[in-house]
């Protein structure tokens, strides 16, 4: 029996080209032969009049932002008729290279169903799409909830909360899987493209090698046996993670009686049940519940707040690894705008001793005050992305980097944060910033490095900016102005003294990286360079070279290589 939801507040938006937005009304789109319907659900819950029918070609619903269509699974030539009608149940984003994660996740969900599992996309997917934000964790652009969850779910017939679901945004790629299968039956239904991470809630990475090797995380309900979604949400962390989608019903379903999705709509951090409870299971959800408050910009509910902030949950972080704790933290760093909440609530709740104990509430504050000049400077410091490196080690470098001490002198301060804090090694690199920091003491005599002028600083980047970690020493050295700064304005000051040269920089590195490409190990194989200790040193002599004698071509690159004495003493 459903019960009658509430008309939701409002007109909801209309975002261009008949897409509506919001869950207000229980907007859901139909299918009517060539044409697309958008049909309203009244108070009731049956079809109410069509908000709007176009007759339109495949190309043109395939231009719209997020049209239902049929997901193209691979046929294979055995496939019954019955398979292939299963499959239309399935309704997806455009096809293209961008929705790779998500076809991959549905081929995963399909083929679970085929072998009479229940599977459902669960957990941070399910809540970004409610939220409507981009896979940053930003909100998407011109996007907004509705002020209340009255009117947006009805009673299904399994006793769960549904939200009836209009044209999602598909666009965030990090899909998981919940599903009533154990993860030996995954194993045996994925037995070639799949492995089993060790964890206590059974995970199995199902690798997609069609879709350009993409990784489907899918997890066994949490529970005792019977398992079933419903057992699964109750033990999960937050409300706003214990939500599932229906990928066939195209709905969202919320097994806490509508509290996942109700905390959604409110911005509202709260734990699932008990948080003493949750707290225990893993102690790491208190960095989580203060990294999700602030990426999310979620107001942490009271009794979680106070849970937090007890010394009886901070007492089981003893038993957490530091680098746990300190991978949330990284995670908490991705996002500018979420950096200086996450400063301010991990110095308020006292979670910032666990992760950096030798770091000062002052200086968290003051990090805090500066977090939005740091956000400045990395969105108008483009490198890595112009020189094709990736790496949030780059990030996290420039975010830590702001933490650290006023009064710090040298770059073995940043050697010693790295280490206390349980930095894992992928992040050293960058954090650390050991090569730049002892070049630039080595040029100012250990003087303050504020005085570097704008020239020398420019050339300094110039010179490393063709080695990848080294772009991260930069943005670190920025960040490291920023933090030395007392007050706000000295770091504004540096950062508009040298706006000029950094542009100037990311223009020449623009124009360099155009049309080139970088000397690879492929290239050394096909001169019978075989893979091992001998090729790294010729890759990292190339490296040299390049910067250098600003040699930015792979071939004239390989040529100036063989003709160098390393080149000559090669087996």
């Not at 046996?225 to 962390?237: I, V």
């Not at 602030?294 to 107001?299: G, P, S, V, W």
């Not at 010179?463 to 102005?481: H, K």
């Amino acid at each position: 029996m459903r019960t009658k939801p509430r008309p939701p507040a409002g007109p909801w938006p209309r975002q261009g080209r008949g897409h509506y937005e919001g869950y207000g009304g229980g907007i859901r789109t139909t299918r009517r032969g060539s044409g697309t319907g958008v049909e309203a659900w009244n108070g009731a819950g049956t079809r109410g009049r069509s908000l709007a029918t176009t007759r339109a070609s495949r190309d043109r619903d395939r231009a719209l932002d997020f049209v239902p269509l049929h997901l193209p699974l691979p046929l294979t030539p055995s496939a019954t008729e019955e398979e292939e009608e299963g499959r239309r149940g399935y309704r997806h984003l455009r096809d293209s290279r961008e929705v790779l994660g998500l076809e991959a996740a549905l081929a995963v969900v399909d083929r679970l169903h085929r072998k009479g599992h229940e599977a459902l996309f669960a957990g941070g997917w399910v809540r970004d799409r409610l939220l409507l934000l981009d896979g940053k964790g930003e909100q998407a652009t011109g996007a907004r909830v509705g002020p209340s969850a009255a009117g947006l779910c009805e009673t299904s017939v399994d006793g769960s909360e549904a939200l009836l679901s209009p044209r999602v945004p598909l666009s965030f790629l990090d899909v998981d899987v919940a599903t009533s299968a154990s993860d030996q039956d995954v194993l045996g239904i994925f037995p070639h493209t799949s492995h089993f991470t060790d964890n206590r809630i059974k995970t199995v990475v199902v690798v997609d090698d069609t879709r350009g090797g993409t990784n489907t995380e899918v997890t066994c309900f949490r529970g005792r046996d019977p398992k079933s979604p419903k057992q699964d949400a109750e033990l999960r962390d937050f409300t706003c993670n214990a939500l599932f989608y229906d990928v066939v019903r195209e709905e969202v379903r919320d097994y806490l009686g509508g509290e996942g999705i109700s905390d959604c709509v409110a911005r509202r951090l709260r734990c699932v049940g008990r948080p003493q409870d949750r707290f225990r299971e893993d102690p790491c959800r208190l960095m989580r519940a203060v990294r999700l408050a602030a990426t999310l910009d979620f107001a942490i509910e009271p009794r979680t707040l106070e849970a937090i902030r007890s010394e009886e949950c901070q007492g089981w972080l003893e038993d957490v690894s530091k680098e746990r704790l300190f991978i949330e933290v990284v995670k908490g760093s991705k996002s500018n705008r979420a950096w200086a909440k996450s400063l301010r609530l991990l110095s308020s709740t006292g979670l910032a001793g666990h992760v950096f104990p030798e770091i000062s509430p002052e200086d968290f504050e003051r990090a805090a005050e500066v977090a939005h000049e740091v956000a400045l400077l990395l969105a108008g410091a483009e490198l890595p992305g112009q020189i094709g490196f990736e790496d949030s080690g780059l990030v996290t470098g420039v975010r830590l980097g702001a933490l650290l001490p006023a009064e710090a002198s040298d770059f073995q301060d940043y050697k010693d944060l790295g280490m206390r804090a349980g930095c894992p090694k992928r992040y050293k690199k960058d954090i650390l910033c050991m090569r730049l920091l002892a070049d630039l003491e080595a040029r100012t005599g250990g003087s303050d490095w504020r005085a570097v002028s704008p020239g020398e600083l420019n050339s300094l980047l110039e010179f490393y900016a063709n080695e990848p970690n080294v772009v991260g020493s930069c943005l670190c050295f920025y960040s490291r102005m920023v933090s030395l700064s007392r007050s706000p304005g000295e770091g504004a000051d540096f950062l508009e003294r040298h706006a000029a040269q950094r542009r100037g920089m990311e223009r020449a590195i623009r124009m360099k990286r155009a049309n080139e490409r970088t000397l690879t190990s492929r290239d050394l194989e096909a001169e019978g360079i075989a893979p091992g200790p001998e090729m790294g040193r010729l890759l990292g002599v190339a490296q040299a070279l390049s910067a250098q004698e600003n040699i930015f071509d792979a071939g004239a690159l390989l040529e100036r290589l063989k003709a160098s004495e390393h080149w000559a003493t090669t087996p």
